[in-house]
């Protein structure tokens, strides 16, 4: 008997072992690509080519500053502030439309609602990458190639926001409730604005952060609705510079600062909410 718990012993420490190592592994999978961004923003580009690319140089990065921001009359400012317009515009529209449609899918009954929500969870599986082009042609069809419409529409639906905003009103409205204020005699543009909005607020912010991380991240959408060098995210940008290295003039030390700076603000916006993401995140694992 005592063999048995020795060796049960064993394994559970060989287990514990396992999983510490695992996790060490993809510690430094994942911080290792965020560490070499950071020192390399630091460097010059001399230093960039000539050191160990993981350690400190000599300190460059107020010069790497000035020459991101200052090149070609302060376009990457003119990127960043796009990507401000569009994660955010484009964020707003689309929980406004998914908390709508969630709430309309979990607390009303029509014919045809079964098929709606297995059609809403089918197109959440489709790779934002694949629809591209087919918006691109239907945009093209109406003129809107080119403005900033040809961006918010389609960042305005989200399938996968609506299947989340039907779970969250599922879980947080009662039924019992919205009967006793139709019996008060409140319309159901009331209800949904007084009562179901509020009661859905956790659940509207998560949609909103989620949304604008994907926006805010999004390349193949403004790659192939805009044309237009100013109009560009901070991302498309990047890739414009990015090619600039690739072909004639060097400009990795840009492209490496602009990627560092661009992840500033998206992580100021997730440490400012993530209150909100807990508890969103929370919720929605429990429904």
């Not at 460059?60 to 500053?65: A, Q, R």
């Not at 990458?129 to 190639?145: D, N, Q, T």
């Not at 060098?229 to 004639?248: A, F, I, M």
């Amino acid at each position: 008997m005592n063999t048995g718990r020795t060796a049960a012993v064993r394994a559970s420490r060989r287990s514990v072992g396992v999983t510490l190592a695992l996790m060490v592994v993809f510690l430094v999978y994942s911080t290792a690509p965020v560490w070499w961004l950071m020192v390399s923003s630091t460097k010059s580009l001399a230093d960039l080519y000539g050191t160990f690319g993981l350690s400190f140089a000599h300190w460059n990065l107020g010069d790497n500053l000035s020459r991101t921001f200052g090149y070609d009359h302060h376009i990457f400012l003119r990127w960043l502030l796009n990507s401000v317009l569009y994660a955010a515009v484009g964020s707003f529209g689309a929980t406004l439309v998914s908390v709508a449609a969630g709430y309309g899918l979990a607390k009303f009954r029509f014919p045809g609602r079964g098929a709606m929500f297995a059609v809403t969870v089918g197109s959440s599986l489709l790779p934002s990458a694949l629809l591209a082009l087919p918006l691109y042609l239907l945009f093209s069809k109406i003129g809107l190639v080119g403005s900033v419409w040809s961006l918010f529409i389609p960042y305005f639906i989200n399938p996968f926001c609506v299947y989340l905003a039907r779970v969250y009103a599922e879980g947080s409205i009662p039924d019992e409730l919205l009967e006793a204020a139709r019996i008060d005699g409140a319309g159901e543009l009331r209800i949904f604005r007084s009562i179901s909005l509020k009661l859905m607020t956790t659940g509207a912010v998560t949609i909103f952060m989620l949304d604008f991380i994907a926006i805010w991240n999004n390349f193949f959408l403004p790659l192939f609705m805009l044309n237009g060098e100013k109009t560009y995210p901070v991302t498309l940008g990047l890739y414009e510079w990015n090619l600039g290295v690739l072909q004639s003039q060097d400009m990795t030390s840009l492209v490496i600062t602009g990627s560092l700076v661009s992840v500033v603000p998206l992580a100021v916006f997730i440490i400012s909410m993530q209150r909100f993401w807990r508890s969103g995140i929370l919720v929605g694992s429990l429904k």
